[in-house]
């Protein structure tokens, strides 16, 4: 059941944007988020579509698992077309049927906005598709280390990230041993009035309380003993490092940038 | 109820970058009152064997036959309930699936489940609560507050209390001290002498397969490696011992001796008593065979 699930899962391969700096891939990504909103025609949408499947294809990141993975997500996004076609009443009037009536503007925002809702969601799962958890933690690790003049706890701020990060897969082995184990002794998680459903899901959300419970003081108990006391002093095992291809990559999404800003309505 | 897997395949996570085939072209017949034993090391797909036989997981290849129901990997499977019932699995480390307030509670979990009343539940959790070899006053604590191997017990009583016909166990000892063991495993050897169970144990311990097993299967990268009675496995522990796997100290021994002394016993042997009295024998004779 959970097989599927593409959030916060990292396929190993080689491509530039695996061995790219995590920190460019961070930056990369925040402007990303930012230019996206530069996009307000056919064109400029058009170019950004064809960039993040420029991306995706040089991330070597199967488009199936993408597309099977996101699935739910897509759910999302036909969601926000609807509402956009239902709800907005601005511009000629396209179509009228019954109570229904859609709107030029309706179409047009309702494409647009999901669209851009579509990309925002590519463009994240490619980071974190590509780059292992730890990655992204030393990654923002570094970026906020100037926070740290100002009293900012950067360091507990990336443990804390690289721990909850970490147990995402083994809450997820967990989830799936419990449920089993419980499907065994004859509960139901997957058919049966809500009320019975979200019932069903006390046998399994308890053990999986007691058991983070448990693993978060063996995980405290193990880094005391090791005499772990922050990250002062502390060196690092893996260097990040700034190459060529990380300008490069930065440098394509400013020319994207200007681009987009000059061919925007 | 008799349970056969006919060629069975699966992969994990077909179609995804992790798809992974777990076991291939696995056939492992148990009729109704079998003893069976699955052995093999970490990954060679015993887990996944053992989910298959109350369906939990489907093949994706080959089928898999349950009493009436046949399993296959085109058919959606509705109701399987009944299975669930019939076929118990106690699961490695099962104490970590209780959750009641009460260990009254969770033992009746299953039971009623499977639609059997209140009071029949509770009659059942206070056999099951005997069974294991725990007092009957535990029923009104938590279950948080007992021991690890208390907790152990109490879920295994949880499977037992759906009385089912098969009872299928993953490790049930794995980390208990060695008279915890010695109890549980003889607890599970009585009931299935006394209730008719067919059993299947998925274990490490080439002891545990040798003494309670009538059949045994040997797991080794996602395939049957072989399979036999006891006697069968152990008498060419050549190939065992390639797997890196273990034999039976009794064997070890017997092997040990013939090779010391250059003789070679008529048989082997799986028991002390059968051991003593085979060497018994060639010393009273002069010459071994």
């Known amino acids: ?265 | 109820m008799d349970i056969s897997l006919q060629n069975v395949e699966y992969r994990y996570q077909v179609n995804t970058p992790f798809e992974r085939l777990a076991i291939k072209d696995v056939s492992i017949d148990i009729p109704s009152g079998t003893f069976l034993a699955i052995i093999g090391h970490t990954g060679s797909g015993k887990s996944t064997v053992l989910q298959h036989l109350n369906a939990l997981l489907k093949p994706t290849e080959g089928q898999v036959v349950i009493g009436e129901r046949m399993i296959t990997p085109v058919k959606k499977q509705k109701n399987l309930k009944e299975i669930r019932q019939r076929v118990g699995i106690v699961f490695q480390f099962p104490e970590h699936q209780l959750f009641e307030e009460t260990v009254e509670k969770d033992i009746c979990f299953g039971p009623m489940n499977f639609g059997v009343s209140v009071e029949e539940a509770q009659k059942r959790a206070k056999a099951a609560i005997g069974q294991v070899g725990l007092p009957e006053e535990i029923l009104s604590k938590s279950p948080f507050d007992l021991s690890g191997g208390q907790m152990r017990r109490v879920a295994i009583a949880g499977v037992l209390a759906m009385e089912p016909d098969v009872i299928v166990l993953d490790e049930p000892t794995a980390g208990l001290d060695p008279r915890g063991r010695k109890e549980i495993m003889d607890m599970f050897y009585s009931l299935h002498g006394t209730r008719g169970l067919s059993t299947v144990l998925v274990t490490h311990s080439m002891e545990d397969a040798s003494r309670y097993a009538d059949q045994i299967v040997i797991m080794h990268n996602g395939e049957v490696y072989k399979k036999g009675t006891p006697k069968e496995i152990f008498s060419s522990p050549e190939g065992l011992l390639k797997l890196g796997l273990d034999v039976p100290e009794v064997v070890r021994f017997q092997l040990k001796m013939e090779k010391s002394l250059s003789i070679r016993l008529s048989k082997t042997c799986l028991t002390m008593d059968e051991l003593t009295d085979e060497i018994a024998a060639v010393m009273k004779r002069g010459t071994a065979t």
């Open chain 1, 1 to 265: 059941m959970m097989d599927k699930m593409i959030f916060g899962r990292y396929v190993p391969a080689e491509s530039v944007i695996h061995r790219m700096d995590p920190r460019s891939k961070l930056v990369l990504i925040f402007l990303f988020v930012c230019i996206v909103f530069l996009a307000n025609n056919m064109l400029t949408y058009g170019l950004l579509t064809a960039y993040t499947f420029f991306m995706i294809a040089l991330s070597k990141v199967p488009i199936r698992f993408i597309y099977t993975g996101l699935k739910p997500v897509l759910l999302l996004v036909v969601f926000t077309l609807f509402l956009h076609l239902f709800l907005t009443k601005e511009g000629e009037v396209l179509f009228r049927f019954g109570w229904i009536t859609i709107y030029e503007e309706g179409l047009r925002q309702g494409i647009f906005i999901s669209l851009r809702f579509f990309l925002l969601i590519l463009m994240t799962s490619i980071l974190t598709l590509t780059t292992t958890p730890i990655e992204i933690t030393d990654g923002l690790e570094s970026l906020l280390n100037p926070l740290n003049k100002v009293k900012f706890p950067v360091h507990e701020l990336a443990l804390m990230m690289s721990i909850s990060l970490r147990f995402i897969p083994t809450l997820m082995q967990e989830t799936d041993k419990i449920m089993k184990a419980q499907t065994a002794r004859g509960a139901d998680f997957t058919s049966g009035p809500i009320k019975e459903r979200i019932k069903a899901i006390i046998p399994l959300l308890i053990p999986l309380f007691v058991s983070s419970f448990k693993r978060a003081e063996e995980l405290a108990v193990a880094m005391e003993s090791r005499g772990y006391r922050g990250g002062e002093g502390r060196t690092k095992y893996r260097q990040l490092s700034w190459g060529l291809k990380d300008t490069a990559m930065l440098a394509m999404l400013a020319a994207l940038a200007l681009v987009l800003f000059l061919l925007r309505t």
